[in-house]
């Protein structure tokens, strides 16, 4: 059984979709160990609340320091014995003494096809923004593995999603999160849960 600790700092939406997954026997072989938000006000941790699994909030803003901060999130990590970390609306960059201790074993959802739209400044809605600002038809979202890069680590799912006329960043940060997020991040999940995922030279390749 895979133990997941799913990072957050919002809503999270996504962190349902994973608890709903699991629920229905959409993602097998996996449960949720911790949910850690850096926002003690995320209504992400309500929603792990809810589903009687231990939420805790560490926040940079109880540390002198960077440093000290990400040390306390990789030694939680540890304490929980996560297998792999998920990154669900985490707005914080992890930072390579994490992703060090995790290699491919932290996977990020980004709402956008990667290489579009993404790296430094390109998160939350931010990235559709940046779509509707470029004109773009297409849009869509992408679960991948967490290097020491921005958003450049090896492309586990993607989907497409049709930008529509008249959308605003928040029509359009909701269509991607129905069509596409909640649907690939939970399939993402078991795939890996399940042995299907595959690295090598930087590529992700799926089992079937
Ligand atoms: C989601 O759209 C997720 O893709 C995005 O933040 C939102 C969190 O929503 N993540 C990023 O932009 C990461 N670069 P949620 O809290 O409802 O899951």
């Not at 349902?16 to 608890?19: D, E, F, T, V």
């Given at each position: 059984m895979l133990k997941l600790g799913v990072l957050v700092s919002g809503g999270g939406t996504n962190l349902?979709?994973?608890?709903d997954a699991i629920e229905t026997?959409?993602?097998t072989n996996a449960e949720v160990g911790i949910v850690i938000s850096n926002n003690p006000g995320a209504y992400a941790l309500?929603?792990?609340e809810k589903h009687g699994i231990e939420a805790v909030c560490i926040s940079p803003k109880q540390f002198e320091n960077r440093?000290?901060?990400h040390k306390a999130l990789l030694s939680r990590l540890?304490?929980?014995n996560v297998d792999l970390v998920v990154l669900a609306g985490f707005l914080v960059a992890i930072p390579p003494v994490i992703v060090e201790?995790?290699?491919n074993k932290i996977v990020n959802i980004h709402p956008s096809l990667i290489p579009a739209f993404c790296g430094?400044?390109?998160y939350g809605l931010h990235v559709h923004e940046g779509v509707l600002k470029r004109g773009a038809k297409v849009t869509g979202a992408t679960v991948h593995f967490v290097d020491t890069g921005t958003d450049t680590g090896p492309i586990i799912l993607q989907k497409a999603v049709e930008v529509q006329p008249g959308d605003t960043p928040e029509i359009l940060q909701r269509r991607v999160m129905e069509q596409a997020e909640w649907d690939i991040l939970p399939r993402a999940i078991d795939l890996i849960a399940n042995g299907k995922v595959c690295v090598a030279d930087g590529i992700?390749?799926?089992k079937e």
């Open positions: 349902q979709a994973i608890l026997g959409k993602i309500q929603r792990a440093e000290d901060f540890k304490e929980s201790a995790y290699p430094v400044g390109f992700a390749t799926i």
